[in-house]
């Protein structure tokens, strides 16, 4: 019996192309302006001490901003930098810039979950807060009250079944009890790896494996 759902974000609550179109355009455009303002407020220089580790070099400001710009054109999942993302993200939406994009179907079928009783859970790439922000300036209105809990890149990387393991002793149930929703494959391998069950969203995408995973096209085909 599923107890707990853990659902992924981009291309499966959410549309890949807000992320991509919207999102990361937005935070290239003002990461530089950000970071010169803010550099020496000590949240973001921690997040900048944790941006030099990661490169392996002592930059300075403007080398900081061109590997942080870099790191968003490559799409990388380094977890300062989507923790600086989700900062600039922040004055976005409280900006009226944009709204946090989610599928109507998403939104009616996590509250009927969480009507059965069914504990929601978050795990992106993207950092917690940015997580939040997104379900919290939708068009739906403030979401999070959904979620029991929100999980990144600090519990682990996406396709490490260790990740769903740690997930799991932090929900305090069993793998076999948890529900993970994504529309990538090799996240999915890991959770089911870990003993998760499994459905994979495909959205946006055409199925290239049948079989390993049950299939969902939106949430209304989820059935637990």
């Excluded at 991509?20 to 530089?32: D, N, Q, S, T």
């Excluded at 710009?69 to 810039?97: A, M």
């Excluded at 948890?178 to 055409?206: C, H, N, P, Q």
Aim: charged share 20%; glycine share 8%.
């Amino acid at each position: 019996m599923i107890k707990a759902i853990v659902t992924d974000i981009e291309g499966t609550t959410s549309s890949l192309s807000f992320v991509k179109e919207v999102l990361f355009p937005y935070a290239r455009a003002h990461i530089g302006e950000f970071v010169r303002s803010h550099q020496h407020k000590p949240e973001m220089a921690r997040l900048l001490t944790e941006v030099r580790a990661a490169a392996g070099e002592a930059l300075d400001t403007e080398g900081l901003i061109r590997q942080l710009i870099r790191w968003i054109d490559d799409d990388r999942k380094i977890t300062p930098l989507k923790s600086l993302q989700g900062l600039i993200w922040e004055h976005g939406y409280r900006n009226g810039d944009f709204k946090g994009h989610i599928y109507p179907d998403a939104v009616q079928k996590l509250q009927a979950f969480k009507h059965q009783g069914i504990d929601l859970y978050v795990y992106s790439s993207g950092s917690v807060y940015a997580q939040k922000l997104l379900f919290g300036h939708t068009a739906f209105g403030d979401l999070t009250a959904l979620f029991s809990g929100y999980f990144d890149t600090h519990i682990g990387a996406k396709q490490d079944p260790e990740s769903y393991t740690r997930i799991a002793a932090q929900i305090a149930l069993p793998p076999a009890q948890i529900l993970f929703l994504s529309d990538i494959m090799e996240e999915l391998d890991a959770a089911s790896a870990a003993g998760f069950k499994t459905y994979w969203l495909v959205r946006e995408a055409t199925p290239v494996v049948i079989g390993k995973h049950p299939i969902a096209a939106d949430f209304d085909m989820i059935v637990v």
